[in-house]
């Protein structure tokens, strides 16, 4: 499979909201509602942001909010903190019990 | 509450094969799915494959077919993942990663584990 494509980078003040989007095709982010985040600060393991493309874990908070439309799912961080200067990651189920990840996108809090 | 707990870093020469180990403390009649994620230094997460722990069924990659093998130790609830015909493009963190018996998600995560190949 192909990985799934996310901006290289974004960036957005304190305070400010910020959009991170994962394109991928009808066979994968398009064709299931299993699309998932995950937040990795350096030399950390990822972490679990966003599944089911719009459903927050337990104890991630409320600024993260995941949406899609069609072959592009997003993930939106609202009220930037600089805590959430990281890589985040999305990913999707692909059929056939295979997944894919996207490409990862470095967020910048200025 | 769910701990990973993978085995330590590797230094592996081209051709060898590396075993990693991931051990969880989760109660072990509980099925669940356990996969294998690498991230390769300044790369992008890298999906390998997953077992079920109570099927033992498997699913690999097709980018790593034939040298991937993930199993699972019911009794140690551990799981393996062994990486064979190592090259230097193998060089990466190795993280397991368990999804709950009805997602797709990573709800949990190893620390990782750092295989190094190199002459």
């Known amino acids: 499979q192909s990985a799934l494509t996310q901006p290289r980078s974004v960036s957005g003040s304190p305070g400010q909201s910020v959009t991170i989007s994962c394109t991928g095709t009808s066979s994968d982010v398009g064709g299931y509602n299993w699309v998932s985040w995950y937040q990795q600060h350096p030399g950390k393991a990822p972490k679990l942001m966003i599944y089911?493309?719009?459903k927050r874990p337990s104890g991630v908070p409320d600024r993260f909010s995941g949406s899609k439309s069609g072959n592009t799912a997003s993930l939106t961080i609202s009220g930037l903190q600089a805590e959430d200067e990281a890589d985040y990651h999305c990913c999707s189920y692909a059929g056939s019990f295979t997944l894919v990840f996207g490409g990862g996108t470095k967020l910048t809090v200025l | 509450q769910v701990q990973l707990v993978q085995s330590g870093a590797e230094v592996k020469k081209p051709g060898a094969s590396v075993k990693v180990s991931c051990k969880t403390s989760r109660y072990s009649f509980t099925p669940y799915t356990m996969h294998w994620v690498r991230q390769a230094p300044g790369q992008r997460l890298e999906w390998m494959g997953w077992?079920?722990?109570?099927?033992?069924?498997?699913e690999y990659s097709q980018k790593f077919q034939g040298r991937v093998t993930i199993t699972w130790d019911t009794s140690a609830t551990t799981a393996f993942m062994e990486l064979t015909s190592l090259r230097s493009e193998d060089t990466a963190v190795y993280f397991c990663?368990?999804?709950?018996?009805?997602?797709?998600?990573?709800?949990?995560w190893g620390q990782g584990t750092l295989v190094t190949v190199s002459s």
């Open positions: 990663a368990n999804s709950p018996p009805s997602g797709w998600e990573f709800d949990y």
């Open positions: 077992i079920n722990a109570d099927s033992g069924n498997t």
């Open positions: 089911d493309v719009t």
